[in-house]
């Protein structure tokens, strides 16, 4: 059950455009978690490549504090040239 509301959830994020890096980033985590929990039960069954896979899609979200910092900064320049 846990593993088919990751899915669903991911799927969800991908489609919508109203997700945020952080919604991304927690489902993507739990993707990988996921994949390494399963390959240390069944070792054989390629949950180690799948795990990989998610990582990398993991990285390629910008991380939060970088945006945060990003969001922060254009806010402050804005008040200042009212």
Sequence with gaps: MFEANL???YTILSESKGTTDRDQTDVLKGLGELCVARHAA?????????????RTRLRK???VSM?????VSTV?????QL
């Design 76 to 80: 402050t320049l804005v008040d200042r």
């Design 61 to 63: 979200v910008p991380p």
């Design 7 to 9: 899915y669903e959830s």
């Design 42 to 54: 069944e070792p054989d069954e390629g949950s180690d490549i799948k795990a990989a896979e998610w």
């Design 67 to 71: 945006k945060s910092a990003i969001v």
